[in-house]
């Protein structure tokens, strides 16, 4: 099987811009699950997506939003963008949306704000 | 609330030699998992192993095992015979329900 894919890989934006990041889970599986990680925070959860429905959501402002579609990709979106959101976002898949299944990660996109 | 702790910033290993890396958690649940993820320079995160917290049996992959210990709250990464790709961060995480919980790293560097 193919492993969980992101594009783009790398992204450079401006302050106040806003991006769209996108990931193909693994195929067959229905959860999809985002996170930033930087060197300051490591790795925080942003939102878990299962069936096109957001299951649970990390500690982050509005300006971060996702969506899930039927085939199980996922987008995620942040608006407004500040220098602090220059980070690795990493997405991860997994087969159940309970938390006992583990999860994939793809390569991540390194996004820039300058 | 649920924490992730690793104590250990950086560690190194002599090739074929034996490194343990410690985590710790603090919880109220009683059903979690416990997982440890690799992430090489390359950043591809990789799982290393898991373990389900009802098990009492150490759960082990190859020359990778842990020591569980569930009333301590401590799962530690033991890498057996260490290889030059074995060199990378290692995240220790804990799951239980919707939530994912992982710690700050250990950067291992393996000597030749």
């Known amino acids: 099987k193919a492993g969980v894919t992101q594009t783009p890989r790398y992204l450079i934006k401006t302050r106040g811009q806003q991006v769209t990041l996108s990931c193909s889970p693994i195929?067959?599986?229905?959860?999809v699950s985002w996170y930033q990680q930087t060197p300051g925070q490591g790795l925080q959860f942003l939102f878990e997506y299962f069936s096109e429905t957001q299951r649970n959501k990390g500690n982050f402002p509005g300006r971060f939003s996702g969506r899930q579609f039927s085939n199980s990709r996922s987008e995620m979106n942040v608006s407004t963008l500040e220098l602090g959101d220059s980070a690795l976002y990493l997405c991860?898949?997994?087969?159940?949306?309970?938390?006992?299944?583990?999860?994939?990660f793809g390569p991540g996109t390194r996004l820039t704000v300058l | 609330a649920q924490t992730v702790t690793q104590s250990q910033p950086e560690m190194s290993v002599q090739e074929a030699e034996t490194v343990t890396l410690s985590c710790t958690y603090d919880?109220?649940?009683?059903?979690?998992?416990l997982f440890w993820y690799k992430q090489p320079p390359s950043r591809q995160m990789i799982l290393v192993i898991r373990q389900e917290a009802y098990k009492q049996q150490n759960a082990t992959e190859n020359r990778f095992s842990v020591n569980f210990q569930k009333a301590a709250k401590s799962f530690s990464l033991k890498i057996s015979d260490s290889q030059l790709g074995d060199a990378a961060m290692y995240f220790c995480a804990y799951r239980t329900g919707n939530q994912f919980y992982f710690g700050t790293g250990t950067s291992l560097t393996v000597i030749p």
């Open positions: 919880t109220s649940e009683s059903d979690y998992y």
């Open positions: 195929s067959g599986h229905r959860s």
């Open positions: 991860a898949s997994s087969a159940l949306q309970a938390g006992t299944d583990t999860q994939y």
